[in-house]
């Protein structure tokens, strides 16, 4: 039995939807969207969401509108997907990575305290695996700071919470991602959500050119209205053909994550008392289980991968290391010494299959292969060391 990594789980009433929108003029931005950011607001209880093509085009537009360029520093995770770290070079500015809790794998405040400088723009938490950063100690570090702006990366953290709170009411801007394989999903897309109705004015800019009104808003009422640019902006608008994907996995995702919860438990049993690691829990988070990401010795991961592979299981790396990647080293000159925790997590781990719709069976299998030709050789490698 072959298991792939994902599989997503819209169903064939999903076609009807973009049949919907291939029956109006425009496919691009227009009622939709907007439909679906008030949708988004509500559900995190901020005043303001724009959708957005994807989480980097989206990170780019908030950093575009918040003025991050050239001679500013950004704080971002050395554990995380490159894209946190991307968006900063994108516009000209400098990623400072920080390295992250070894029980957690999160962005602590201590880390951030202390890679602040003056050239500080913004800092970007990674709600990792699904579990949230501690927002309130991140502000807290930020309190004399009100040139730099809290940015978090959400595109693990749709449906998680941190005492009680999800994410976007502590920060600047949430940016979340609704790539194929994330627990809300268009294909591509993403949405900036934030409490500041100056930087949403600002993000609408930034994510069309710069425009000072949308495509739709151009012809309102049957008249033309000009438009004007007064800032740089990229193309970061989604279009309705992919926003009606969203709505009723925004209505069902709470009620859908005891399924992933479960899913995660099983394999957490399963593990128990064998070399295996997986990330610790943080206290008062409900965690959005968005991966599943194991730790063997970093000796044997490589192996692990390809045994599991070779049995037709889909595992796959999230994630290395940032600033030990090539473009990143070559740059700055970082080495492994660096960032210990982030590399030795990077060096060690990956993802096992996960997603709502794997079948007990299936997920069985991947026990066996784990249990039957992974488990005992990561016991040997024990004794020898
Ligand atoms: C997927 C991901 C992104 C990028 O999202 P896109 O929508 O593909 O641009 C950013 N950060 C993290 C942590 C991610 O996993």
């Given at each position: 039995m072959n298991v792939p990594f994902y599989r997503h789980s819209?169903?064939?009433s999903y076609a009807s939807r973009v049949a919907k929108v291939l029956?109006?003029?425009?496919?691009?931005?227009a009622g939709v969207g907007k439909e679906v950011e008030a949708q988004l607001a509500q559900f995190f209880g901020v005043p303001h969401a724009a959708l957005v093509n994807s989480w980097t085009n989206g990170a780019v537009a908030v950093l575009l509108a918040l003025g991050v360029g050239r001679d500013h520093e950004v704080i971002v995770p050395a554990?995380?997907?490159?894209a946190s770290a991307n968006v900063v070079e994108l516009v000209g500015a400098r990623p400072v990575f920080v390295d992250v809790d070894p029980k957690t794998l999160l962005m602590t405040s201590d880390g951030v305290r202390a890679a602040l400088?003056?050239?500080?723009r913004a800092v970007i938490p990674v709600h990792l695996y699904g579990q949230m950063c501690d927002m309130l100690g991140l502000r807290r570090a930020l309190a004399?700071?009100?040139d730099v702006a809290l940015i978090e990366d959400c595109a693990h953290c749709f449906e998680g919470t941190r005492d009680g709170e999800g994410p976007g009411?502590?920060?600047?801007a949430a940016i979340f991602s609704f790539y194929a394989?994330?627990?809300?999903?268009?294909g591509e897309g993403g949405t900036i959500v934030t409490r500041r109705a100056d930087l949403h004015e600002l993000v609408l800019q930034t994510r069309l050119h710069?425009?000072?009104?949308g495509a739709a808003d151009?012809?309102?009422?049957q008249l033309y209205r000009h438009w004007d640019m007064a800032r740089l902006g990229t193309k970061a608008n989604l279009p309705d053909l992919l926003a009606i994907l969203l709505p009723p996995q925004i209505e069902t995702i709470r009620e859908r994550l005891p399924q992933r919860e479960e899913l995660a438990q099983r394999y957490e049993q399963a593990l128990a008392g064998t070399p295996i690691r997986i990330p610790g829990s943080v206290p008062g988070a409900v965690h959005a289980r968005h991966l599943f990401p194991i730790h063997v010795d970093p000796r044997q991961r490589d192996e692990t991968l390809v045994t599991l592979n070779q049995a037709g299981i889909g595992a796959t790396v999230?994630?290395?290391?940032?600033?030990?990647l090539t473009y990143y080293r070559n740059r700055?000159?970082?080495?492994?010494?660096?960032?210990p925790v982030s590399q030795s997590w990077g060096e060690g781990t990956l993802s096992l299959?996960?997603?709502?719709?794997?079948t007990t069976a299936e997920q069985e299998r991947v026990i066996d292969v784990l249990r039957e030709a992974v488990i005992p050789r990561l016991q040997t490698l024990d004794q020898r060391s």
């Open positions: 819209l169903d064939a029956d109006t003029p425009f496919l691009t931005s554990m995380t997907f490159i400088t003056p050239a500080t004399d700071r009100p009411l502590h920060s600047d394989t994330k627990n809300v999903t268009c710069g425009m000072s009104a151009r012809f309102r009422n999230n994630y290395n290391s940032v600033p030990t700055y000159g970082y080495t492994p010494a660096d960032f299959p996960f997603f709502p719709g794997i």
